[in-house]
């Protein structure tokens, strides 16, 4: 009787903790669904677009995206990453924090243009670089993130002859790379290193400005295109009566551009512009294929003599998380400039190859030994590579050269 009284007891005690559990889970539940639509409904409340800026810059996003129809998108890493707890934007919402990112004069230049690019800050948090459009009649708003502080040229990772290369007296420098490829940090990370360095005085022609420079050694003057210049070209021109000695214009888009920067390399000024090219060869053809074909020649000769350097430059996942670039230098050796002279652009690559004592490397060579390091996948720089045979070859070939490790 005793055994059996203990038994009941002990059945009444396990399914007492059984009915607990399921009311204490119960609890947890409800207590974390009030929590999320707490959440959910304060975020559904925002209101100003400073707020997400500062998200942005505590994810570690490089990028966010507002448009209508969907919630706002961070790129992270290189990935899209939908925040899932906003709701979507609505056209009244995207005019809001048009509105409030912008001057009066903007706006009118907006509606005119239909586009607009800008700077935006946030005191004691990031500068943003802004691109805003209409699509399908509503405001869509694109904001890269900048930071406070210029990285360095070995922060970066960047090839060591980066340093020699901007305090070069005269000539023309690509820099080169697809969109969101890392082109302007890269050129803030140079000027920086010239800052630092020597004396010179600098002009820099931006569509908009991005990094903030402090004069050091140098003196810097910044120009903002809309704000501070109506053109490119207007502002590369008056640039060259301002006694310069080093002229970065912040995209080489037309051909008027393009031939005043290369007169301005002749006559003894450093210039360095962008391109949206994927490698040097790719940026030497660009370059000439802008003229009419009567005047190409013309172009070769003179472009093979002021070119000095090309640094392309693409961004890959780094593993374990970031990203890393790889990058390419051509430097304008006297085979360079026949090759380009000659119309012989083809033979620019196997010639970057053949000057790596130089400090050259193709894109393949950096991004194999990327994947050497560790540092990126083969699949991801495979995925990156123009010519993904020739990059299994450089590594295939270091995988043969490894020495073998014999285990006793």
Request: glycine residues 6%; aromatic residues 4%.
């Amino acid at each position: 009787m005793d055994s059996a009284e203990g038994q009941s007891c002990s059945e009444a005690s396990t399914i007492k903790e059984l009915i607990d559990g399921l009311i204490d889970t119960t609890a947890e539940e409800e207590s974390t669904a009030a929590a999320d639509a707490e959440a959910e409904a304060s975020a559904d409340e925002i209101d100003d677009i400073e707020e997400l800026m500062n998200l942005m810059v505590g994810r570690g996003a490089s990028d966010l995206h507002l448009t209508v129809g969907s919630p706002p998108v961070f790129r992270i890493d290189g990935a899209l990453v939908p925040l899932q707890n906003l709701s979507p934007l609505t056209p009244k919402k995207l005019e809001a924090f048009f509105k409030q990112l912008t001057s009066t004069k903007q706006r009118t230049a907006f509606k005119k243009d239909k586009e607009l690019d800008f700077a935006y800050s946030v005191s004691e948090v990031a500068r943003f670089r802004v691109n805003a459009l209409w699509q399908r009649g509503a405001i869509s708003l694109a904001l890269r993130r900048v930071a406070v502080d210029i990285p360095s040229i070995e922060a970066l990772g960047l090839p060591a002859i980066c340093r020699d290369l901007i305090i070069k007296p005269r000539g023309l420098i690509l820099v080169t790379g697809p969109a969101n490829s890392g082109k302007s940090t890269t050129l803030a990370a140079m000027l920086n290193h010239l800052n630092n360095s020597v004396s010179r005085n600098v002009i820099t022609i931006e569509d908009p400005i991005e990094y903030l420079f402090q004069n050091n050694r140098c003196i810097i003057r910044q120009r903002d295109l809309g704000d501070d210049t109506l053109s490119f070209h207007a502002a590369l021109m008056h640039a060259l009566r301002h006694d310069p000695d080093v002229v970065v214009i912040g995209e080489m888009r037309d051909i008027d551009t393009i031939s005043t920067a290369m007169t301005a390399a002749e006559t003894g000024h450093l210039v360095i512009g962008t391109l949206h090219t994927i490698d040097a060869a790719q940026s030497i053809d660009r370059i000439i294929d802008m003229y009419h074909y009567g005047q190409q020649q013309q172009v070769r000769l003179q472009l093979s003599q002021v070119i000095e350097a090309v640094v392309s430059q693409t961004l890959l996942p780094r593993i374990g998380g970031g990203r890393v670039a790889a990058v390419e230098i051509m430097l304008a050796n006297n085979v360079i400039r026949r090759h380009i002279r000659d119309h012989k652009i083809f033979e620019i690559p196997p010639n970057i190859e053949l000057g790596s004592r130089e400090g050259m490397q193709t894109l393949d060579m950096a991004m194999a030994e990327l994947v050497r390091s560790g540092a990126v996948s083969r699949e991801d720089a495979t995925l990156k590579s123009s010519n993904p045979a020739r990059l299994n070859e450089l590594l295939s070939r270091h995988e043969r050269q490894a020495p073998r490790v014999h285990a006793f």
